[in-house]
Every structure is written in C-alpha cells, then in structure tokens.
T-cell receptor
Framework: AQSVSQHNHHVILSEAASLELGCNYSYGGTVNLFWYVQYPGQHLQLLLKYFSGDPLVKGIKGFEAEFIKSKFSFNLRKPSVQWSDTAEYFCAVNAEGRRDDKIIFGKGTRLHILP | GAVVSQHPSWVICKSGTSVKIECRSLDFQATTMFWYRQFPKQSLMLMATSNEGSKATYEQGVEKDKFLINHASLTLSTLTVTSAHPEDSSFYIC?????????????FGPGTRLTVL
C-alpha cells in the first residue's frame, strides 16, 4: 500500500525567506502527486498536482513542486514566503491505475510565517 | 470548475442521536466519493470509499455499522453517524472523483464539523 511521509511537522520562517517542505512517498508503480493547503479555519485547497509530463509543477500563489522519481520525492517550494502563507500543508499520493483510486495524505506540515 | 458541497457545514447533536451528512458533486458526475475524517491539528484519515449503486468499502478500523454510507446517485453520497458519542466529534470531509476528468481528479468538499455533546 502506498504511504506518504512529510519530514517537517512544524516550520517557522520569517517573511521573504525561501521555503522547501519535504515529501516522500512509497509505492512501486505510477503515482499522481498533490499538495494541498488548509488555511486556519478553512477547508482543503489544491495547491498543485502532478500527473505526468514536466516533473517541475507550478501551482497557485507562487508555489512549485518537483517530482524526482528516483528519490520518490515531491518537495514543495516557494522562493519568498508571505505572512498569508501561514497554514497547514499536506502532501498526498494516489496510485494511478488502481481501481480504488484512494488519495493518501501525509501527516501535514504546519507552516508559521513571522511578519 | 468542479465543485463539491457538503451539508450541513456544522452540526451539534446530543449523544446517542444520529447525524446525516450529505456530499454533492454540483457540476459533474461521480461514481466514486470518499469520506475522510480530520481530528484537530491532524491529517485527513480516509474512512471509506463510496461507490454509486454498491456497498461502500471501509478502511481498516472504521466501523461500518457506526458510519453508514449511501451513494444513491451519481451526484450524492451520504454519511450517517449512528448513535453518536463525543469521541465522534470531528471534521468530516468528502471528495468526489470526476468521471470526465482525464486523470480522474478528485475534488474536496468544504467539510462538516460535528460536535457531539
């Protein structure tokens, strides 16, 4: 069964700092990969997704992620964070081609941006 | 874009009562919907996969008699928490898989916050 590991549980940065959140997955086959964000008191929103093609994926709000197949990784990056990026970030994986098509979430990374 | 709604957005009930939560795909058809549970400051935990016209598939450790799922149409799935207790208080989120999407994308609802007194 597939699983997702997020290395950082809680990250604190100052505004304008660069961000990289780690995500590794375990699954031997083809996967679809996602990053979701949950702002305080709000519902889950899709930041970006990778299905195929260019492994460098650009999402909303200046976020991007790079799929490195050899490392089973899909790290999220942003060159300069803003206070409004304070939120919880979830990496998720979906095993492509499986009938059940479940999306499995990592435990999340709580990002706190200091003004 | 594809929109998934949930109703109600929040509900408070007494211990021992049952609560029904609806998940609707508003502008697309979904043969498969998924139900998640999220405890405060934790990740989403998949509870079950809801298939239109057939029985739901529950994840290990989830009581099927406690969490009844019905997927009666291509746009509606319901989750009923039966005989709710305070430990069932949580944030319940559904997602729906868009049949027409090339990659069978899933779209998430806004969630339902359940508080059992």
């Amino acid at each position: 069964a597939q699983s997702v590991s997020q290395h950082n549980h809680h990250v604190i940065l100052s505004e304008a700092a660069s961000l990289e959140l780690g995500c590794n997955y375990s699954y031997g086959g083809t996967v679809n990969l996602f990053w979701y964000v949950q702002y305080p008191g709000q519902h889950l929103q899709l930041l970006l997704k990778y299905f195929s093609g260019d492994p460098l994926v650009k999402g909303i709000k200046g976020f991007e992620a790079e799929f490195i197949k050899s490392k089973f990784s899909f790290n999220l990056r942003k060159p300069s964070v803003q206070w409004s990026d304070t939120a919880e970030y979830f990496c998720a994986v979906n095993a492509e081609g499986r009938r059940d098509d479940k999306i499995i979430f990592g435990k999340g990374t709580r990002l706190h941006i200091l003004p | 874009g594809a929109v998934v709604s949930q109703h109600p957005s929040w509900v408070i009930c007494k211990s021992g009562t049952s609560v029904k939560i609806e998940c609707r795909s508003l502008d697309f058809q979904a043969t498969t919907m998924f139900w998640y549970r999220q405890f405060p400051k934790q990740s989403l935990m998949l509870m079950a996969t809801s298939n239109e016209g057939s029985k739901a598939t529950y994840e290990q450790g989830v009581e099927k008699d406690k969490f009844l799922i019905n997927h009666a149409s291509l746009t509606l799935s319901t989750l009923t928490v039966t005989s709710a207790h305070p430990e069932d208080s949580s944030f319940y989120i559904c997602s729906a898989r868009d049949l027409a999407s090339v990659y069978n994308e899933q779209f998430f609802g806004p969630g339902t916050r359940l508080t059992v007194l």
